[in-house]
């Protein structure tokens, strides 16, 4: 059995401010060292529960944030960016089961830690064939167009929530209640490593009734910056159709290119000052 698992930081346990998930700051030694122990029980959980192969992708900003010193000595890590598929590079065919770690909010959810879709910077909201969709529900269409289930996902309440709502019913750990975008009350470390050993177990014995996120016929996606500006940069993107002041459209039959175009135009959307 082959166990995908993405890990994002700012779901992560004890992380709640912007120093805490940034480069440059003095704490992102000591935070980077929190989201590789946390990818450590996923992994752990992961292989007590029959996986084989465990392939973890970094996620995060420059995805260059596991310590691959410290990280469960039976796991791969795809490190570093860019990469074709961003937060979902490695997925493919031949796994049985994705991972969500350190997972977040989409954009605009009130009181979500750190609440934002793929760049806080330039995105506003993010419709699939009119449905909102935040990274859990965008990365998910991934691992749909290779089969893949999603198995569970790991970050605050309110993503758990919404992940039920975007992907469907897969297994939740919640790891602290959301208070506002930076802050949140933190479970205990025994109270988070335990629901990693109970969900998971859990996930995995019910792969085969965990939701696999897979498109049929056309796919529309609907990208709403927050300028104006942005969207007139991201119609540099041939396919692009402009719908509003700030909204862009782009549809295909396949999901990867769907995907792809996303992050074109996320780009060219960002590159503005
Ligand atoms: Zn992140």
């Known amino acids: 059995m082959k ?27 000591r ?43 039976r796991a791969q890590l795809i490190s570093g960016g860019p990469k074709p598929l961003s937060m979902m590079e490695g997925i493919d065919d031949t796994f049985d089961g994705v991972i969500f770690v350190g ?7 009130i009181n979500g830690v750190f609440n934002h879709t793929y760049s806080g910077k330039s995105i506003a909201n993010v419709t699939i064939n009119g449905k909102r969709m935040g990274e859990c529900g965008i990365n998910a269409g991934v691992a749909g167009y290779f089969g893949v289930p999603i198995l569970a996902i790991s ?4 993503l758990a ?12 750990i919640i790891v602290k209640k959301a208070i506002s975008r930076y802050s949140a009350h933190n479970f205990s470390k025994e109270t988070v490593r335990d629901l990693y050993r109970t969900r998971l177990a859990e996930a995995i014995r019910n792969r085969d009734k965990k939701p696999v996120l897979k498109y049929e016929g056309k796919i529309s996606m609907d990208i709403e910056f927050n300028r104006e500006v942005m969207a007139e940069c991201a119609m540099l993107l041939p396919e692009a159709v402009r719908i509003d002041e700030k909204t862009i459209r782009i549809e295909s039959e396949d999901y990867i290119k769907i995907f792809m175009m996303f992050r074109a135009a996320l780009n060219l959307g960002g590159s503005i000052s």
């Open 31 to 73: 935070t980077r060292r929190l989201m590789t122990q946390e990818a450590n029980w996923a992994i752990e959980e992961a292989f007590n529960n029959g996986a084989t192969e465990v392939v973890v992708n970094d996620s995060h900003s420059n995805m260059d944030n596991l310590l691959i010193e410290e990280l469960d000595p």
């Open 3 to 29: 166990i995908f698992i993405s890990v994002d930081m700012e779901g992560i346990w004890g992380l709640v401010s912007s120093s805490h998930v940034s480069h440059d700051s003095s704490e992102y030694n």
């Open 155 to 158: 970050g605050d309440d309110l």
């Open 161 to 172: 929530a919404q992940a039920k709502e975007e992907i469907g019913d897969l297994e939740t």
């Open 103 to 109: 997972y977040h909010t989409r954009a605009g959810t």
